[in-house]
């Protein structure tokens, strides 16, 4: 009976230290820092599996050990030129003195509420210190879509950043990274996930970006224009040279035919008096044929060869 008494008593005890919460377990993706009356005691505990407290003294505080992520509010900011946008950022970060972490901040709401002050804090600086053009172009090398390299951006009217947002995400996350380790926060990344135009800015900067498009078109506009007139000036000049020498192949194959035709006349003629005769009033056709019409009136004297010729034709 009296080691029954025994066992149940430890039984009792076990019972109540498993409910008073002496017995707590972690897992792979926690740390735990364990606190009495508010301050931590010991070195943070990493190694998964259950693990003992003083209950009703000691309180178990879990830690997240993977990267987390921060999603701010779109803030309203001036730029440096005094244009009023939008800006929407997010992080990642993680924390590494577990220890630091808990005195410093107790949970992730502060965590979170603490990473808002100083990353919005360092955005507003790095936008404020900045024009609008740093802030909306993702980097300074951009260039007019089909653009040579010879023909930048600002020889269209559109300027070039000088440094763009890239370099300015950087600066933001070099300035916040040293206020957060103090707290045990390292911060890997910070982002602009969106950058908007306030509603008193959208109408003039519309404007703008179309007057920047209409400067881009007249100019490849311009440009085609010039090449169109070159190709015509070239395919003109060509036509000329090709009529050219087709004339003088015309003239050159014209002049051996006629000198062909002299040379077979010439050598008919020679033949007999006939013949030269013959040739003569084939001639003398040609030329009446080419030179009277239907409406010809003629006045010719009696002895006139080609009144001779009629009044033979009427015998």
């Keep these: 009976m009296k080691v029954l008494g025994v066992l149940g008593g430890l039984l009792a005890l076990f019972m109540l230290l498993l ?22 005691v ?15 003294v000691q309180d178990v505080n879990r830690i997240e050990k993977r990267v987390l992520e921060f999603d701010g509010p779109p803030t309203r900011m001036p730029t440096k030129d005094k244009t009023y946008i939008e800006v929407d950022t997010f992080a990642r970060w993680r924390i590494i003195d577990a220890g630091l972490y808990i005195k410093s901040l107790r949970n992730e709401l502060s965590a979170q509420s603490r990473l808002e002050d100083i990353i919005g804090s360092e955005t507003r600086a790095a936008v404020a210190s900045h024009e609008l053009i740093e802030v909306v172009r993702s980097d300074k090398s951009r260039t007019v879509p089909g653009a040579g390299p010879s023909q930048a951006a600002d020889t269209a009217g559109l300027r070039l950043a000088k440094r763009g947002r890239k ?3 950087l600066d933001i996350l070099k300035a916040s990274a040293p206020k957060l380790t103090p707290l045990g926060i390292e911060l890997l990344d910070v982002r602009f996930k969106r950058v908007n135009y306030t509603t008193e800015m959208q109408t003039p900067i519309h404007q703008r970006m179309i007057s920047e498009r209409a400067q881009v078109a007249q100019r490849f506009r311009s440009e085609g224009e010039g090449e169109a007139a070159r190709i015509l000036g070239k395919k003109d000049r060509r036509l000329r040279e090709v009529e050219s020498i087709a004339y003088k192949s015309v003239q050159e194959i014209r002049g051996a035919a006629d000198a062909e035709a002299t040379r077979i006349y010439a050598e008919a003629y020679d033949k007999s008096p006939e013949a030269r005769e013959f040739y003569g009033f084939m001639k003398t056709l040609e030329t009446y044929r080419a030179v009277l019409g239907s409406k010809t009136n003629l006045i010719l004297s009696t002895d006139s060869d080609l009144f001779r010729l009629f009044q033979q034709a009427g015998k």
């Design 42 to 56: 010991g070195e943070p505990i990493t190694e998964p599996g259950l693990h003992w407290k003083t209950p009703f």
């Design 167 to 169: 370099e300015l995400e």
């Design 19 to 40: 409910f008073s919460g002496a017995f707590y377990t972690i897992s792979m993706t926690e740390i735990v820092v364990v606190t009495q009356f508010g301050a931590p």
